[in-house]
């Protein structure tokens, strides 16, 4: 693709194209650098979109309430792009096609855009790929963005903190390894959904979730995807989550924190590009072997390149 | 610590002491800057071990069947040293401690070293803590060091690309779902292990695997960790994988390989480190607030300050 046809494709983007979107996505997926003049381009028509970060373990439905949330923003008339990101796709796969058969009743409704993300490998890896993916969405013009992870891994919460929002989807059964996880929770949270509370315990698993987290800083929002009970309530409170950090200026800030730590990947990324070029394949190939042979330990060997490359 | 300390540390540590093995583990999984004084004097100890990647999904058995294959090794008198890395802990971390508890017969055996991992945050992220805790286990002289991780992210197979052999442990209830994961796996596993073959449907799970991998190339071992068959045959395989690529010069050009994705790793942080000194506090602050505001795209920020940089 030329200068120019990029230059149209984001035009297009912007004017609410869905098969340029389409077009641009793959670009990032498949780690082409043409992308990079994609965004570049979008990024003056970035910065509406409220993006709303789902995370949980396998299991918690965490598809069928994104299903739903959907379905809510949608009656209000608001613009939805859905990225689902599993990093460990390997050994689950199945299980995330699975649920996204769920949300076919999505599929045909031009308001809302859904792609499942698992690049694995790509330069800057899976957590930069997503933030593209989100200017990407946001310069489209939807006006939710949702952003759904399995887990909370060191990706995954690279991930979750992408988003102005935090979900944090627990279910009945939890029980007690709740407590264990207070500490990891707390620090992710912005709202906690209990889902399947069709389920037996339902009622003692939030009466447990108020005695840990009962300071009153993160609402616990009772859900049924199945039921479709607590969908209203979980979009209220997204929603003034939204007005509250923006009152007290939090919004900002952690928007401008967001800048930052991507600003700072992207520099990094590129010295490193640098750097290797700079040291040579043959020079890492010889201290390579250095350390394989035990000649000499990597760390003096970093000491000596970087002194060498006036770093 | 003084220097002089973390010297008569990795004597210690040298000489088979396990309390200062123990203390030194605490260093780098602490992210402590003295894990590095440490890990350069005990580098030209190193070398030795070798280094078994066991991976999996969830409830595949991995623990009870590492619990196994420790005690095999034990009775040749073999030196365990057992890393169990969970990068996901926020969300499992009862299964893991679960698991752990099932390793109890070993915890008092001078013979084998058990550590959880779980390290979220620090610099270089998990797979550089574990790269320094498999040279520690190595200059403390272990002949096996045993690295468990759950899943097969992106975290996950750099862990894995630490190992000389690789062993991906299955189920026989997976059933449909390898299908998908083929290529996935093949590009990490050197072994198969189906495990809990006392379960039913394993020999049709068999069945399936050889007809998938039946180029002979990843040997498929059945194996039962409750009912401890299969475990010696495990251990064979992992022998004969290590001789066989000692031999062909394969596990000369992986140790290299890992050396070099060692060095240019601490290369990046290093250099990482350097460049945001350089470019300093306030003028990423400044820049972040300019692409917060949209005034400007962070591609073309990195490229003004790469160019100031001198880079």
């Given at each position: ?68 949330l959907t379905a809510e923003y ?166 003034e989550h939204r007005v509250k ?67």
């Amino acid at each position: 693709m030329a200068e120019t046809n990029l230059m149209s494709l984001t035009r297009r983007i912007v004017a609410g194209d869905m098969r340029a979107l389409a077009s641009a996505m793959t670009l990032i997926e498949s780690g082409d650098p043409k992308a990079r003049t994609v965004i570049k381009a979008i990024y003056p028509h970035t910065g509406k979109a409220h993006v709303i970060g789902v995370t949980g373990a396998a299991g918690t439905g965490k598809s069928s309430l994104i299903d739903r949330l959907t379905a809510e923003y949608r009656q209000h008339e608001k613009r939805v792009g859905i990225l689902a990101v599993d990093p460990s796709s390997l050994f689950s796969s199945g299980a995330l096609l699975g649920d996204r058969v769920r949300m076919r009743d999505h599929f045909l409704d031009a308001g809302v855009f859904i792609r499942s993300f698992a690049t694995r490998g790509s330069a800057g890896g899976l957590s930069a790929a997503v933030r593209d993916a989100v200017h990407l969405l946001d310069g489209a013009g939807k006006d939710i963005i949702i952003v759904e992870t399995i887990g909370v891994g060191q990706d995954e919460l690279e991930i979750a903190a992408l988003a102005h929002t935090v979900v944090v989807v627990l279910m009945p059964e939890i029980g007690d390894e709740v407590q264990g996880m207070k500490a990891g929770i707390a620090e992710v949270a912005d709202i906690l959904a209990v889902n399947k509370t069709d389920l037996p315990g339902a009622e003692q698993a939030i009466q447990q979730l108020e005695a840990l987290f009962g300071d009153g800083n993160i609402p616990i929002v009772p859900t049924s995807a199945v039921k479709n009970e607590g969908i209203h309530l979980l979009v209220n409170n997204i929603d003034e989550h939204r007005v509250k950090s923006v009152g007290n200026g939090s919004y900002w800030r952690k928007r401008v924190k967001l800048c930052r730590q991507e600003l700072l990947a992207l520099l990094g990324d590129r010295v490193f590009v640098q750097l290797a070029k700079k040291v040579g394949d043959e020079a890492l190939d010889r201290q390579a072997e250095r350390i394989a042979e035990r000649r000499i330990d990597p760390y003096s060997v970093v000491e000596e390149l970087a002194k060498k490359a006036g770093l």
